[in-house]
């Protein structure tokens, strides 16, 4: 089960036929305690760079955003309830959506992505 | 692009694991882990806060006070000696310069406290504006550090790091004191930017460490907590406390932004700035407003504010109220809308309901 990355600082891995999306544990440091986040209804279809989803912190708003085109198969309500769980465990229970994708997201694996963080 | 400045803190900043910034030229402390339970700390406890990059210019001469008088919108000759003062810097258009906090040390010494960012033109200013004065303006802000401790515990905090000092029972908000810190000279002003009791000292650079350890080592025990800009902004809103270059800018005359009162038009004669605040705004120029609404999702700095259809305003500062737990903002606002506004958040528009400011206001001592 391998985890890899977007350069949206967000990560993608994949559970059987879907894949599970979050933000990175660099993303939540950046953006500090998160206090709401919008998710997508499940049913919801996207494009590819599509903004998706909303997660905000006292400071500023960061934005999901879709990294192939797709379809919503369920949203982290776990998270829509207590928005600190993108804090406490961004790339683990803090995940945000499962995605069906129907084009190739074009993924960094964990080196790559590490070395875009300068 | 100027170099950026660094703290004398900034080691003890790495060391508590913050993350650091760029403000207002400055390297400086965002957080240093939560901000949310930073802010909570200094509702609730004690925040420590390096405020180094804040501007510190001394002013001396006879002719001092009459200078600042002219220089500056308030009528700084009249503080008493220990007295504090918030007051401003305008342009000869009645536009707001820069915020300032001005100190009276003695009978012929002000200390004058400016923004980071606004460091170069309120020095440029007060250089012009001290033409025939007996008086002299010196920059000392690259050999003063500032921390600043915050929070209903922070006397308890002060009082045990051993200043030699008056008692600081009898220091009133708003005054500052002369105080002695293993030997070095340390202004202690009852002042802040958090709506809180709370001190903000003032230490020459070599000494800033030792005192800040010296803090941290008190005040642990007691609740106090590192705190960085993000906490202090979030407070400084809750307060309702303007803040430069969101609020307050060189469009903005006193009277729209609600920091009318701190002109000294009756009391004083003429001073830069003078004709245009008694000319005074449009009619329909923006006024600074409270506004807050329900749920969790907060207007930004650049949102706009909308009546119906019609953009009658701008979010200055906006954020989800840690304290409150709904959001808050302050906005320029044209009059006369019809009372049913909202923010436009990025496309969503959240019913807002204006308020009277500050958010708010702390429980004051028994």
């Known amino acids: 089960m391998t985890t890899q990355y977007t350069a949206d600082h967000e990560w993608v891995r994949a559970e059987g036929d879907v894949h599970v999306i979050g933000i990175t544990e660099h993303a939540q440091q950046q953006l500090g305690d998160v206090v709401y986040v919008d998710l997508p209804e499940a049913g919801r279809t996207f494009a590819a760079g599509e903004a998706i989803g909303e997660i905000e912190s006292t400071k500023s708003v960061g934005e999901l ?18 928005p600190t769980l993108v804090n406490q465990d961004a790339e683990g229970t803090g995940w945000l959506v499962k995605v069906r994708f129907t084009s190739e997201p074009e993924l960094l694996d964990a080196a790559a992505y590490q070395a875009t963080l300068g | ?16 694991g913050a993350q650091l910034t760029e403000f207002g030229g400055w390297m400086m402390p965002l957080r240093y882990g939560s901000d949310l339970a930073e802010h909570a700390a200094v509702r609730e406890r004690a925040g420590l806060f390096d405020l180094s990059h804040m501007a510190e210019l001394r002013v001396r001469g006879a002719e001092a006070g009459a200078f600042l008088d ?40 002000w200390l004058v406290v400016a923004n980071a960012g606004n460091r170069a033109v309120v020095v440029e200013a007060l250089a012009d504006r001290v033409t025939g ?43 500052i004191l002369e105080a002695i810190f293993e030997g070095e000279d340390v202004l202690v002003a009852r002042t802040g930017y958090t709506g809180e009791d709370g001190f903000e000292l003032y230490v020459p650079n070599h000494a800033a460490e030792d005192l800040w350890d010296a803090l941290v080592r008190v005040g642990t025990p007691l609740g106090l907590v590192h705190a960085g800009l993000a906490a202090r902004d979030t407070l400084r809103l809750e307060a309702g406390m303007p803040l430069y270059g969101h609020e307050l800018s060189t469009e903005t005359l006193p009277a729209q932004v609600g920091v009318g009162r701190s002109v000294a038009l009756k009391t004083k004669g003429d001073f830069v700035g003078r004709a245009a605040v008694e000319a005074g705004p449009a009619a329909d120029a923006p006024v600074l407003v409270g506004l807050v609404a329900e749920g969790r999702r907060a207007g930004r700095a650049g949102y706009a504010v909308v009546d119906g259809d019609a953009e009658v305003g701008v979010v200055t500062s906006g954020a989800l109220s840690p304290t409150l737990g709904h959001p808050i903002a302050m906005a320029l606002v044209t009059p006369g809308h019809s009372g049913s506004l909202a ?11 204006i308020v009277d400011l500050p958010f708010y206001r702390r429980q004051e001592r028994a």
Not at chain 2, 1 to 8: A, D, K, V, Y
Not at chain 2, 145 to 173: C, F, W
Not at chain 2, 343 to 353: K, W
């Open chain 2, 343 to 353: 923010i436009d958040v990025r496309g969503t528009r959240i019913p807002v309901t």
């Open chain 1, 65 to 82: 955003f879709a990294p192939a085109d797709g379809e919503v198969v369920e949203a982290n309500d776990s998270v829509s309830d207590d």
């Open chain 2, 70 to 109: 002219h220089a500056l919108a308030g009528r700084l000759s009249a503080l008493e000696l220990g007295q504090a003062r918030y007051t401003l810097l305008l342009a000869a258009s009645g536009g707001i310069l820069d915020d300032l906090i001005v100190y009276r040390l003695g009978t012929t010494e």
């Open chain 2, 1 to 16: 692009m100027p170099e950026i400045l660094h703290t004398p803190l900034e080691a003890r900043h790495a060391a508590a």
């Open chain 2, 133 to 175: 004065f007996d008086a002299t303006v010196v920059d000392e802000t690259d050999d003063t550090a500032l921390i600043a401790v915050q929070g209903p515990a922070s006397q308890a905090i002060v009082e045990a790091i051993g200043l030699e000092s008056e008692p600081l029972d009898d220091l009133g908000y708003y005054r």
